[in-house]
């Protein structure tokens, strides 16, 4: 039986090869979201803790200028917070980009395989009709020769 051989099998290389690529830049980008996370909940956190002190420093006096002072870096620990957020929500939106895209790779690459699956059994089912076609020749050709020698 001749082996099949599949005529795209060069464009389904290079289709397997563009979801793994696809993959590993998607993989980059869930990291670089949880790097993002931690980053802003790292910020949150520091923000909590100032606001805690304030609270906490209610009771006591703090003198106006430490107590500006305070207020100051809570300011600028919100503003870190809504800067992180707006860093995750863009990364998040790349990593949806990034997964839309392996998703079409994978889909572009199963259109290839389930083609070339086919078209194997397609052949096999070629192969196996023209092995029964020969061996029918073969037990009719081998009948008649034994009737002739007969």
Request: hydrophobic residues 35%; aromatic residues 4%; glycine residues 2%.
């Amino acid at each position: 039986m001749k082996k099949y051989e599949f005529p795209l099998q060069a464009i389904l290389t290079l289709r397997a090869m563009k979801q793994e690529q696809a993959l590993e830049v998607y993989a980059a980008s869930v990291q670089d979201c949880a790097n993002k996370r931690s980053d802003m909940l790292s910020a949150e956190r520091r923000a909590d803790d100032l606001e805690k002190l304030l609270r906490q420093g209610e009771g006591e006096k703090f003198s106006a200028s430490m107590r500006q002072a305070y207020l100051k870096a809570l300011d600028v620990s919100r503003e870190e917070v809504a800067h992180r957020e707006k860093l995750l929500a863009d990364a998040e939106k790349l990593k949806a980009k990034r997964l839309d895209e392996y998703l079409e790779r994978k889909r572009n690459r199963e259109i290839l395989d389930n083609l070339r699956e086919k078209q194997t059994k397609e052949h096999l089912a070629e192969c196996y009709r023209k092995e029964e076609i020969e061996i029918e020749d073969l037990v009719i050709s081998r009948r008649g020769s034994i009737k002739i020698a007969g």
